[in-house]
């Protein structure tokens, strides 16, 4: 099987309260992430999200899931892809997408081939995938690190000092729901996302990469005034609910994908909490 998949229920922040480190894991935590070979997907029934990897060493399709009940995977969706591996493609109907390092696709509803290559397969290109429901078809569009809109937040005295990256975004690519960026934080920088918000109207996603070997980060999570903390490895993922703030800390600095959906695509529309109101 190259593909496999993993139903995430929505949770009461009111439960959450209650669940021990292991419980926590197991609701929010993405650890299957980036096998070679294989499509791993997890399907959160927040805003219907699925995040996931494809890691090709041969070229893989990608498959409609159980849980769509859908003859092939983008029917009723879009999808973003962040390669985070070597030069990959990604064939969308035929038409090939050269993605290297870092570049982001966005593949509208109604495509119905997808297959995921590597130029090399002894170094794998290593997709993380996004993907919403989508109530129409917009156009495939490629966007490198480059074309990303670039956001310079934070400073080196608050050790958050760090660019957000906006890739899948409405003043680049028009979709339904889906909004996706890479945040890079700079040499010294260990915090994301502080201040911290929430956006009810939005669920999101945070996928960890570039951590250096021995270093971890440690993802908060919960309702501002009832936080959690889950230790997050390289290329691990975290689902944070809406209800949730969603802001990490490193013993290092390093780079983190977002992604969101929701009732709306306005991506500064979030309310934020205060420093010193959080608990
Ligand atoms: O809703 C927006 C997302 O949480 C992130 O884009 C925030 C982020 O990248 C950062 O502050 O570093
Ligand atoms: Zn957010």
Redesign the pocket.
């Known amino acids: 099987m190259t593909t496999s998949y993993d139903t995430r229920y929505a949770s009461n922040p009111e439960a959450v309260k209650k669940y021990n480190t292991a419980e926590l894991r197991k609701e929010f935590l993405i650890d299957n992430l980036m096998e070679v070979g294989k499509i791993t997907l997890t399907y959160s029934h927040y805003d219907r999200y699925i995040a996931g990897s494809a890691v090709p060493d041969k070229p893989i399709a990608l498959e409609a899931i159980d849980p769509l009940k859908a003859t092939y995977f983008l029917e009723r969706r879009e999808m973003g892809i962040i390669n985070v591996g070597d030069t990959g493609s990604v064939d969308v109907d035929g038409t090939t997408y050269k993605l290297d390092h870092k570049d982001a696709l966005y593949i509208g509803r109604g495509a119905k081939e997808v297959i995921f290559k590597s130029d090399n397969p002894q170094r794998p290109a290593k997709f993380y995938l996004n993907s919403a429901l989508a109530h129409t078809s917009y156009p495939t569009k490629k966007v490198s690190l480059a074309e990303a809109n670039k956001l310079e937040?934070g400073s080196l005295e608050t050790a958050n000092h760090?660019i957000?990256n906006q890739m899948i975004i409405g003043s680049i690519v028009t979709t339904c729901q889906l909004q996706m960026?890479m945040?890079e934080l700079k040499k010294g920088s260990v915090w994301?996302?502080m201040p911290a918000?929430v956006?009810d109207r939005r669920m999101?996603v945070y996928f960890y990469l570039d951590v250096p070997e021995g270093q971890s980060v440690c993802h908060f999570m919960g309702q501002p005034q009832e936080t959690r903390h889950i230790w997050m490895q390289n290329h691990q993922a975290v689902i944070s609910p809406p209800w949730s703030i969603?802001s990490g800390s490193g013993t290092s600095n390093y780079t983190f994908i977002?992604g969101?959906a929701g009732e709306n695509l306005d991506?500064g529309d979030?309310d934020v909490a205060n420093i010193t109101d959080l608990r």
């Open positions: 937040l760090r957000v960026g945040t994301n996302t918000h956006h999101e969603h977002w969101m991506y979030m």
